[in-house]
């Protein structure tokens, strides 16, 4: 018989979900985790991961030096048309897919004990007498703290009437993503983020060999051209010079790619309905700025440390989301903040090329902005 009672439910299987449930499982709480997908699975992302993660993964049993990872120290920059800028990277950072490291910590988990139940797509969750009644598909199950993990933008933040969910579509709230992997030439020490009308698209080495190229641009850039990625790419992105060199250039490994829509990067709430949030659903960085992969894994561990000290019956339901919300607006609200000033200079060809050139001048503003918008090591 399966168990139906946890000490802690988790919707959403990423890195801050599966992280959590490790983290958990090590300290002896029954887990249970629940995933949409089957895995492995790819996810639209950027696929870079910053340095100041590094030894988390270890505390979660991944030795990352053993898999021989891109490791790359420098950014370059370029405007609308293809103008480059280049920049150190002090901190730094690793490049792996989704499809593989997600699937290394879903496999640490399992053998974690954790209850991973994958193809399970959670419809709602509802709090009564303290407990969480979590109910997925084809399964119900209670739990003394319930963790929403579910990223982007999913189903229950409909359900729950979200603010950033239900606002009129803006600049901010109505992005799509679009993600392929492809082999090129390019420096594996090096992360590029290519500017073009209305978005950006970024370049990184992952593992063998391979490379992420993902791009975030506005619905209405979309519409604009039909609704076809393809004529979108050669309308719009091929007018970044460096942009059209990498497109047409490169081998596609996917046979199409990989797409998201309704991104958000409004303001968001780290708890609803007495469950925890972490990871994309309680907050989104711009991806000029990277690092959203290490604030999911930082927040697992927030999120840990306050359920833990709660379960041990040393604080109430409320001091331990007090708590928790208060140290996630520590770690990350200035780093969303700047994600957000950035992005707004972004996408047009004079603030952009304005910016960028700012940037170049004065190396202690281009420092500044890019330490602002990562973390120390956790």
């Known amino acids: 018989m399966h168990q139906t009672d946890y000490d802690i439910a988790i919707i959403g299987g990423g890195l801050a979900g599966l992280s959590l449930a490790i983290l958990a499982a ?25 340095l100041e993660s590094h ?25 609308l048309k293809g103008k480059t800028y280049n920049f150190n990277l002090d901190l730094g950072g690793f490049g792996v897919s989704r499809y593989t490291i997600d699937n290394a910590l879903y496999e640490l988990a399992k053998q974690k004990a954790v209850s991973v139940f994958t193809n399970e797509k959670v419809n709602d969750i509802n709090f009564e007498n303290d407990h969480h009644s979590i109910k997925a598909n084809k399964k119900t199950v209670t739990a003394k703290i319930a963790a ?23 600049k901010l709230n109505n992005y799509i993503g679009v993600k392929y992997h492809i082999k090129t030439s390019f420096p594996k020490d090096r992360i590029a983020l290519h500017n073009f009308k209305h978005g950006y698209c970024g370049i990184s080495a992952i593992e063998d060999d391979k490379y992420c190229l993902c791009y975030l641009t506005t619905a ?20 970044n010079a460096s942009l059209k060199k990498l497109f047409t250039e490169s081998e596609f490994l996917y046979d199409a790619p990989l797409t998201i829509s309704q991104i958000s990067f409004e303001q968001k709430s780290q708890t609803q309905n007495h469950v925890l949030l ?46 928790y919300v208060i140290k996630w607006k520590k770690q990350f609200a200035s780093r969303l903040a700047t994600g957000r000033m950035v992005q707004r200079f972004m996408g047009n060809e004079f603030s952009t090329g304005v910016f960028l050139k700012l940037m170049k001048a004065f190396p202690f503003l281009s420092q500044t902005v890019i330490r602002s918008t990562h973390g120390k090591t956790f």
């Open 55 to 79: 030894d988390f993964f270890k505390r979660l049993g991944l030795c990352l030096d053993d898999w021989n990872l891109p490791v790359i120290k420098k950014l370059q920059v370029s405007d």
């Open 278 to 323: 972490l990871g994309d659903a309680a907050g989104m960085i711009t991806p000029l700025c990277g690092n959203g992969m290490s604030m999911a894994l930082h927040a697992s561990k927030l999120v840990f440390e306050e359920a833990g000290i709660f379960l041990q019956q040393k604080i109430s339901r409320e001091q331990m989301e007090s708590n």
């Open 148 to 170: 929403g993990a579910f990223g982007k933008r999913s189903n229950l933040d409909i359900r729950w009437k979200r603010s950033f969910a239900e606002k009129k579509t803006k």
């Open 26 to 50: 090590d300290a002896k709480y029954s887990v249970a985790l629940f995933e949409k997908e089957e895995y492995p699975f790819h996810k639209v992302c950027g696929e870079y991961i910053s």
């Open 220 to 239: 209405q850039n979309l519409s604009a051209n039909n609704n076809s990625i393809q004529q979108m790419q050669k309308n719009v992105l091929y007018k």
